[in-house]
């Protein structure tokens, strides 16, 4: 009998450009609605992708607390996730919402 391995999905292995990470994030925001977990997980997707050790020294915070606050079960500060889109090269622009 064949045995099948399974292991849990992680969009981090995914992201290998930034222009993935870009269009993820995009995609992250369009479906997070009101959650801001959605949107600090997405964001800690894009870390892991890039390496949190060099996001920790470009953002001058400690790895494992970006870790925590970029993890969906963190409340991260907006000036945290200013910092992170800054050091990711991730710029946020504003849109109305019906989109013109």
Known sequence: MNTLNLR????????KTE???AQ???ACLQEAGDDAAFIAK???????????SQLARDTGLGRESLYKAL???GNPSF????KVTAALGIHLHAQTASGS
């Not at 849990?8 to 992201?15: G, R, T």
């Not at 997405?42 to 390496?51: D, T, V």
């Not at 000036?79 to 200013?82: D, P, Q, W």
């Open 79 to 82: 000036s945290t996730i200013l």
């Open 19 to 21: 222009e993935d990470m």
């Open 42 to 52: 997405a964001l800690g997707n894009i870390a892991r992708a890039k390496g949190m």
């Open 8 to 15: 849990k999905w992680d969009s981090a292995e995914h992201l």
């Open 71 to 73: 993890s969906g079960e």
């Open 24 to 26: 993820y994030l995009e």
